[in-house]
């Protein structure tokens, strides 16, 4: 049992101040003197209010706060120390780890001696065997208490007496209880149709017979094949119950044949009746108005009508009026009414002729209006200016309006200036504008530099903006510099003219810049003019380039007889036609000279071109050959090889000559382009400044023709008899931009 302080469930501390004396106790579960520490997890319930130490522990705990585990083997709890009040079967000692002998189930918890033994076991330690046919035998002599059926006597080693005996008196052999079936003093009768195959052994009497047989030992069939089950009362031979259709004392009268299904046992009466008929013995007619035929059974009443009838027996007749001629019961009131009737009671009232359909029932209001008319009635018409004529049934309020009105009952009208005229049906205020305005009635105009003259309805701003203008209402002007237009928000171009870059293309591109383009965003040149480099062709290339240098390095190929990074220096031999660039050392001579250094004339003067190595005559001039080109050509010949004489069908041209005909041809198909432009340009020029000369003339002459000649104007000046064909402008009175277009043309000229 749980150690439990019954003194301390109702612990009270005095606590004394001020000289009185104040009592107070802790809830179940706290402690301390102001019951603010809860009680340790494994007490029971209470614990001591001044020290907190557990008044009992749960199943399973010890110790003074109940923190420590009973043995395992403890049955239930334990107490000081950890000892147990009881022990599991099969061990025992104080603490029950002390295992009992063997085959013993229960033993003493102090002493360890069985008190049980396993089945067929016996002695004070459970060493010996009970006899072969012992149910149970006495643990301190061994011998049978109960033998195995079929044995008897007090070691069980005798049968029992008559074959069929299941259990005998271990004393005397005599049969107690026979084998299933059987029954007398040696089991030698068989019982009856006992429900369940046993009957008394004296007088093989039947607790309960199997079903159609009779009598105490079950042994008379019942006569009547109409009993339910063929169950018959065991005393009477009468059935119990009959089967479905009969009645009587043994079921041989049938019941009557309207009855649903059975019928009293005793009186024949009818428990229900088929559909339709009614009657103790359902042989009266249910009304055909009765829905379904169904009516009550005892007093023929309908249970429900069909439709159009009403009444106990459905013999009374629903107005026409009634929704689908259905009314109740048991007053003949409508369910509801027909469309187009009201009346609380018979739908005996017509609804208004403007209802759209159906009305209140038992006041006649409409349900809901025809198109144009409003009111309980619907006796009232919608103004003109509804949408459709469409109102509110309650007030006459339009749903909505027509284009161009406004106001609960459309009587407002719209801005001229909202788009469509449309305008919102609360508070006039346009949807959308016309182009050109803005504001909540439209009422504002946009900005002229607006595109399209379209703005913002609620703020005036620009969707976008006309060419060169910009800025959320596009009042500012953009850059004179942009290509076209500029970005509306920041004003920054979107393109800029020649020669200026920037984001508002503030910047002018470097002069240096080939047809003065840059980039937009960062000024670099496009591309440079001749002898010019860098990003921004700031730089100069070097005095002695042969031709461009690198845009982005400034490295360019040098002159001939010049070299080093900048080209500045000549080469290291007098006679060198091309250096290195890296060390200035002689890769090709002057015509006319050869030697590693260049410092030998040829051998022959009539050497075109000698061999840089030997100094033998590589080219002769035309008409000669050989090594010092002293042999001449035959007559027919204009060249020959040099090598043998053998005429050539063309000359061959020396290396330097090539080249610098290749550059002077290159040189010469420039010159020609450039001309072919520049000629086509003053052509166009001079044909212009004509054509607007000779329209002057003509226009002088017409004016000569309205106001008459007068004496300064027939006075030809000097100047104008100066002027030849070859001066056509010099006369013309022309504006700046004819001025302009003179200077280009006498520019060309010349």
């Known amino acids: 049992m749980m150690e439990v302080n019954v003194g301390y469930v109702f612990l009270f501390v005095f606590l004394f101040f001020n000289g009185k004396c104040i009592i107070k106790a802790c809830e179940r579960g706290f402690w301390g003197s102001d019951c603010q520490n809860i009680c340790e997890t494994n007490c029971a319930s209470y614990c001591d209010q001044l020290t907190g130490a557990c008044l009992g522990c749960k199943t399973g705990y010890w110790d003074t706060y109940c923190n420590k585990e009973c043995p395992e083997n403890c049955s239930s709890s334990c107490y000081s120390q950890g000892k147990c009040y009881s022990c599991k079967n099969g061990w025992y000692g104080s603490t029950c780890n002390s295992s009992c002998p063997t085959n013993c189930e229960i033993c003493n918890k102090y002493s360890g001696l069985c008190s049980l033994c396993a089945a067929d076991y016996w002695g004070e330690s459970c060493e010996n065997i009970c006899d072969k046919n012992c149910l149970k035998c006495s643990i301190s002599s061994g011998d049978c208490e109960s033998c195995k059926p079929g ?11 008559g074959v069929n005996c299941e259990i005998c008196s271990t004393k005397s052999g005599e049969c107690q209880v026979c084998r299933s079936g059987l029954w007398g003093d040696n089991c030698q009768n068989t019982c009856g149709k006992c429900f369940s195959m046993k009957c008394g052994k004296t007088d093989g009497r039947c607790e309960k017979c199997q079903e159609g047989f009779a009598g105490a030992n079950c042994t008379t069939p019942c006569e009547s094949v109409n009993c339910r089950y063929y169950t018959c009362n065991t005393a009477e031979f009468s059935c119990r119950t009959c089967k479905s259709g009969f009645w009587g004392a043994f079921c041989n009268e049938t019941c009557a044949s309207n009855c ?6 005793n009186n024949g009466l009818c428990s229900s009746c088929k559909l339709g008929f009614w009657g103790d013995f359902c042989n009266k007619t249910c009304s055909q108005t009765c829905l379904s035929s169904s009516c009550n059974k005892n007093n023929g009443e309908c249970s429900s009508c069909k439709y159009g009838f009403w009444g106990a027996f459905c013999n009374e007749t629903c107005s026409k009026t009634c929704s689908s001629s259905s009314c109740n019961k048991h007053d003949g ?12 009671a018979f739908c005996n009232e017509t609804c208004a002729k403007n209802c759209s359909s159906s009305c209140d029932r038992n006041n006649g209001h409409c349900s809901s209006c025809k198109l144009g008319f409003w009111g309980a009635f619907c006796n009232k018409a919608c103004s003109q200016t509804c949408s459709s004529s469409s109102c509110n049934k309650n007030n006459g309020e339009c749903s909505s309006c027509k284009s161009g009105f406004w106001g609960a009952f459309c009587n407002k009208t719209c801005s001229q200036t909202c788009s469509s005229s449309s305008c919102n049906k609360n508070n006039g205020e346009c949807s959308s504008c016309k182009s050109g305005f803005w504001g909540a009635f439209c009422n504002k105009t946009c900005s002229q530099t607006c595109s399209s003259s379209s703005c913002n309805k609620n703020n005036g701003e620009c969707s976008s903006c006309k060419s060169g203008f910009w800025g959320l209402h596009c009042n500012e002007l953009c850059n004179k510099n942009c290509l076209s237009s500029c970005n509306q928000q920041s004003g920054a171009c979107k393109g800029c003219k020649q020669g200026s870059w920037g984001q508002l293309c503030e910047s002018e591109c470097n002069r240096t810049c080939y047809f003065n383009q840059c980039n937009q965003n960062s000024g670099e040149c496009t591309s440079c003019l001749p002898d010019s480099w860098g990003p921004f062709c700031e730089n100069t290339c070097k005095k002695y380039c042969a031709w461009n240098c690198n845009r982005y390095t400034g490295d360019c190929t040098c002159r001939n007889r010049y070299w080093s990074q900048d080209c500045s220096r000549l080469c290291n031999d007098s006679n060198c036609e091309v250096c290195s660039k890296t060390n200035g050392l002689c890769t090709k001579c002057q015509l006319g000279y050869w030697g590693t250094n260049c410092e030998y004339t040829c051998r022959s003067e009539r050497c075109l071109e000698c061999n840089r190595n030997t100094g033998f005559c590589s080219k002769c001039h ?7 080109c002293n042999n001449i050509c035959r007559d027919e010949c204009p060249c020959c090889s040099i090598s043998n004489g053998a005429c050539l069908f063309s000359c061959p041209v020396s290396e330097s000559e090539g080249s610098t005909q290749g550059i002077h041809a290159a040189t010469v198909i420039i010159a020609v382009v450039v001309s072919v432009v520049v000629v086509a340009a003053a052509v166009g020029v001079y044909t212009f400044i004509k054509y607007r000369y000779l329209k002057q003339k003509k226009r002088q002459k017409e004016t000569e023709n309205v106001s008459g000649p007068s004496g300064a104007e027939m006075t030809e000046s000097p100047s104008a008899a100066a002027c030849t064909r070859e001066h056509v402008y010099c006369n013309v009175q022309s504006t700046a931009v004819d001025t302009s277009a003179v200077h280009i043309y006498e520019q060309l000229r010349k």
């Open 333 to 344: 009131k409508c369910s509801s009414c027909k469309s187009g009737f009201w009346g609380e």
């Open 260 to 265: 649903s299904s059975s019928c009293d046992r």
């Open 151 to 161: 044995y008897w006597n007090s070691s069980c080693n005798e049968k029992c007496n």
């Open 622 to 628: 035309p008409g000669r050959w050989g090594l010092y």
